[in-house]
């Protein structure tokens, strides 16, 4: 779409500087509160620039929303919505927004890298954004090693060479809010240490109090598009994900429960050396999950290695109504065995993200999957009016099984050509207004799975 010109710029700037006032005071006490604002104005200057970091990134954030809300507004105007016009438009202009937001998320990385990537999971969005923000799953850009120093310094007291044996300063892996290091303990223990970001507590606040505020004035222009309730969610999320002490938790707490599966390992954590920022686990070897070349020299059937991993993530759901958040493909190994069995373990990382599911759900989502097996529409009704998606519980077949509620294929067939017409034709009268009503009436619960299939399912 063409720039708008000097209105565009006029208008998004007019709505950064109301919407956020750019003061550095009101924005100080954003972050830091009330009480602390004289010290933090005039004592810090590391506080001062954040503070600058946060109005450019909100002031990025204001522009990218203000110029996609023109773009939808004025696009759109005048097409009738159930024409194919309006269909072929709107992926269009959909397409353009997601591109915005990529753009957005890569400059103010952070949390707006893992906004994305949290986007980006969610199945039922317009495949023209899930489709676009997948491409952040690897674009963290590692902090430098001296900052990354200071927070050993902060957390233990004393030098990062006074901690480990050695310390490789180049990291492993880079993430939105953490990098890994390899790195070896005092008794020659190979180990993995995550290291968050510093200042990202600081950040966490204002970048959130931003989101919230851009997803209302969204809700306010489009009435059909009610996704405020993503902000909170992701919010809940993040905080538990930034605290490490959590995720050793999480992590040890799904070792107990797979201590009797043999191909399912979840790194040991070293608690002597974690602290809220600072995670120091078992080094784990072996190939992305991802990694078809990887399997294939290994010696591994693909075909197992994902009939395994279905296994232990329904286990996980059925059994111990404790789910992994996050499963994608840079959080699960698969580590092949010397002998000649061909068998395997499949490691899990990253335990920032779990929920626990509510034994009421669990039932009904057993009673859901007998009726989507059976193709039972009297039972699918009970279970979706039960689970909360109301009208859209003929959609429940294709989400989970790929195929319609009146489908004559089998359970794991491919889809006819007949049938896949006639669903997308039924998909395009879907308005924005339709998705987000449905996204808002699920339990979390079934959202937490949603998401956990959804990743898992990229790695198939």
């Known amino acids: 779409m063409a720039p708008y010109g000097r209105w565009g710029q006029r208008y998004t700037l007019g709505a950064a500087a109301i919407t956020l006032g750019f003061s550095k005071t009101s924005y100080a006490q954003e972050l830091w509160g009330e009480s602390n604002v004289g010290r933090f104005m005039y004592g810090s200057l590391e506080g001062l620039t954040i503070v600058f970091e946060g109005i450019v990134r909100s002031s990025r954030a204001v522009y990218t929303f203000s110029v996609n809300s023109l773009d939808y507004k004025y696009s759109l105007r005048g097409h009738d919505?159930?024409?194919e016009e309006y269909y072929n438009v709107r992926?269009?202009?959909?397409?353009r927004a997601a591109k915005r937001i990529l753009n957005l998320c890569e400059s103010n990385k952070g949390f707006y890298i893992k906004a994305g990537q949290f986007m980006a999971s969610l199945q039922h969005v317009p495949k023209e954004f899930t489709s676009i923000l997948s491409t952040l799953q690897d674009k963290a850009v590692p902090c430098h090693i001296k900052a990354i120093k200071q927070v050993f310094v902060e957390n233990f007291g004393k030098d990062l060479s006074d901690i480990y044996a050695s310390f490789d300063e180049q990291p492993i892996a880079s993430a939105s809010i953490a990098q890994v290091h390899r790195a070896r303990l005092p008794d020659g223990q190979e180990v993995a240490v995550k290291v968050q970001y510093p200042g990202l507590q600081q950040r966490l606040r204002v970048d959130i109090k931003t989101m919230g505020i851009l997803s209302h004035a969204i809700s306010w222009?489009?009435?059909?598009y009610q996704f405020e309730w993503i902000v909170p969610e992701f919010e809940k999320t993040l905080s538990k994900e930034l605290d490490f002490l959590q995720e050793a938790e999480n992590a040890e707490r799904t070792a107990r429960n797979f201590r009797k599966h043999k191909s399912v390992k979840v790194p040991h954590i070293f608690?002597?050396?974690?602290?809220?920022?600072?995670l120091t686990m078992e080094f784990m070897h072996g190939c992305k999950i991802d990694d078809l070349h990887c399997l294939l020299r290994s010696g591994l059937n693909p075909r197992k290695v994902a009939q395994t991993l279905v296994e232990v993530f329904a286990e996980m759901i059925f059994v111990h109504g404790y789910v992994h958040g996050d499963p994608h493909p840079g959080n699960i190994l698969v580590f092949p065995h010397s002998s000649k069995n061909h068998s395997f373990d499949l490691v899990l990382l990253d335990h920032g993200i779990y929920r626990e599911l509510d034994e009421r759900f669990r039932v009904d989502f057993c009673q859901l999957w007998k009726a989507l097996i059976l193709l039972d529409q009297h039972e699918m009704q009970q279970m979706g009016e039960r689970l909360g998606v109301g009208k859209y519980y003929q959609y429940l077949p294709v989400i989970f099984t790929g195929r319609t509620i009146d489908s004559k294929s089998g359970l794991g067939k491919s889809m006819p050509i007949e049938e896949r017409k006639r669903?997308?034709?039924?998909?395009?009268?879907f308005t924005m207004g339709d998705i987000s009503q449905f996204m808002e009436s699920l339990p979390r619960d079934l959202l937490t799975v949603l998401r956990t299939e959804s990743c898992a399912?990229?790695?198939?």
């Open 221 to 224: 222009i489009f009435p059909d």
């Open 91 to 95: 992926s269009e202009v959909h397409l």
């Open 457 to 460: 399912k990229v790695q198939l």
């Open 81 to 83: 919505y159930k024409s």
């Open 423 to 429: 669903l997308s034709q039924e998909v395009r009268q």
């Open 271 to 278: 608690w002597d050396f974690t602290t809220r920022q600072v």
